[in-house]
């Protein structure tokens, strides 16, 4: 089983629509999470981090289940610029070793 | 503005070829810096950690003489792969943990695209 496991997708979505995507990771010690995004051939790309609590930043809700071992981010009203993959990451351990998964590619069309 | 530097950006060269992947820190200190890399549609996986002054500690599957990996300051690691093969070609990125961003868990470079013939 893989440490962390996203739906690849690809969703294809039109512009202004609400998206959803999916993450559960295997380790019940892991101590911090993340959603990053990575645009084709381009270094990954911190967009944000998710906490216990929940956490909104403009138009994106990330949400974490510690229970069910299961992270959320919710983009609202799609922009082309959206366009991307977005991988769910995993901080294990104190070793601040990031585990990513393979990604779930979004593509928003006119 | 980049706070971590990767050099070169692309590297096309003959097998057998040793190929050397500098990662700088700009405007921090970083004990420890993390190599990955990265196939067409896959994610990345980490290869190994690299610790300042001391031996880098890799991944499993991940061969050490085949991937050598320098440390010597605390703003530069470097990996070298080692007579390189078509299989090595891959995308390969580093990335450093500055400890005063406690809301950045890692700062990635630009990425090396290496590809082997």
């Known amino acids: 089983r893989k440490e962390v496991e996203q739906d690849p997708g690809p969703f294809n979505v039109p512009e202004g629509a609400t998206v959803a995507f999916n993450c559960t990771y295997s380790n019940s010690a892991s101590q911090s999470f993340f959603w990053y995004r990575q645009d084709c051939r381009k270094e990954p790309k911190l967009l944000m981090s998710?906490?216990?609590s929940g956490n909104e930043d403009g138009r994106f809700t990330a949400q974490l289940n510690r229970a069910s071992q299961y992270i959320s981010l919710l983009i609202r009203d799609s922009k082309l610029s959206d366009s991307a993959t977005y991988l769910c990451v995993v901080n294990a351990d104190s070793s601040y070793k990031l585990i990513f998964g393979s990604g779930t590619r979004l593509l928003v069309r006119p | 503005g980049a706070v971590v530097s990767q050099h070169p950006s692309w590297v096309i060269c003959k097998s057998g070829t040793s190929v050397k992947i500098e990662c700088r820190s700009l405007?921090?200190?970083?004990?420890?810096m993390f190599w990955y890399r990265q196939f067409p549609k896959q994610s990345l996986m980490l290869m190994a950690t690299?610790?300042?002054?001391?031996?880098?500690?890799?991944e499993q599957g991940v061969e050490k003489d085949k991937f050598l990996i320098n440390h010597a300051s605390l703003t530069l690691s470097t990996l070298t792969v080692t007579s390189a093969h078509p299989e090595d070609s891959s995308f390969y990125i580093c990335?450093?943990?500055?400890?005063?961003?406690?809301?950045?868990?890692?700062?990635f470079g630009d990425g090396t695209r290496l590809s082997i013939l």
């Open positions: 405007d921090f200190q970083a004990t420890t």
């Open positions: 690299s610790n300042e002054g001391s031996k880098a500690t890799y």
């Open positions: 990335s450093a943990r500055n400890a005063g961003h406690v809301d950045q868990p890692q700062h």
């Open positions: 998710v906490y216990s």
